[in-house]
């Protein structure tokens, strides 16, 4: 029961961050865009009004391009999001989470899973890496997109060796998942 208690508090959290930023930019498009690639990215604000990935400085221009927005927009939605107590909290503390070994796998010998997965998906990552670990295999990274951001959340897996293609019925079995890929 307090596992169950806990996801629901951690997506409740989830919830509010996007209903706030939802509220805030509901007039303003193009600044949910900067706010949305900021966390895409893990790119956060620090007081001095610039956009910083870790310790690295990231200009207007730049962030603009990626969010096809005018460079003006970053600029106001960086006020906007200092100027609310609970915005400057979340995108002063956002951290970037590393790099992502997918699309270099296969040169390091790993072994890659994607999975994209519905919007109801409690337990996938629990019950995945549970019948990888039950196949002998050691995950070396897991990482799951955020389903307020994509259309398609995939939650992708990378194992230190390939897995054999005939798990892939037992991956259907779990509930919540919509399509496999394995390689």
């Known amino acids: 029961m307090l596992k169950k208690y806990i996801n629901v508090q951690k997506v409740g959290v989830m919830l509010k961050m996007w209903e706030k930023l939802n509220k805030k930019f509901k007039k303003y498009p193009a600044r949910m865009r900067v706010a949305k690639k900021m966390i895409e990215?893990?790119?956060?604000?620090?007081?001095?009004?610039?956009?910083?990935?870790?310790d690295l400085k990231i200009n207007?221009?730049?962030?603009?391009?990626?969010?096809?927005?005018?460079?003006?927009?970053?600029?106001?939605?960086?006020?906007?999001?200092?100027?609310?107590?609970d915005l400057?909290?979340?995108?002063?503390?956002?951290?970037?989470?590393?790099?992502?070994?997918?699309n270099i796998a296969k040169s390091l010998g790993l072994g890659?899973?994607?999975?994209?997965?519905?919007?109801?998906?409690?337990?996938?990552?629990?019950?995945?890496?549970?019948?990888?670990?039950s196949k002998g295999i050691s995950i070396r990274q897991a990482y799951a997109e955020d389903t307020e951001i994509?259309?398609?959340?995939?939650?992708?897996?990378?194992?230190e060796e390939p897995v054999p293609g005939d798990i892939i019925n037992e991956f259907r079995k779990i509930d919540g998942i919509n399509r496999i890929s394995i390689y």
């Open 41 to 54: 990215l893990g790119l956060r604000i620090d007081d001095d009004y610039k956009i910083y990935c870790g």
């Open 60 to 85: 207007d221009i730049s962030l603009a391009k990626s969010a096809d927005v005018d460079r003006r927009v970053i600029k106001s939605t960086i006020e906007v999001i200092l100027n609310d107590d």
């Open 88 to 102: 400057s909290n979340i995108f002063k503390n956002i951290i970037p989470a590393g790099t992502l070994l997918k």
């Open 112 to 133: 890659v899973i994607e999975i994209e997965v519905g919007y109801e998906n409690n337990g996938i990552l629990a019950a995945t890496t549970s019948l990888i670990s």
């Open 150 to 159: 994509e259309d398609f959340p995939m939650l992708t897996i990378i194992t």
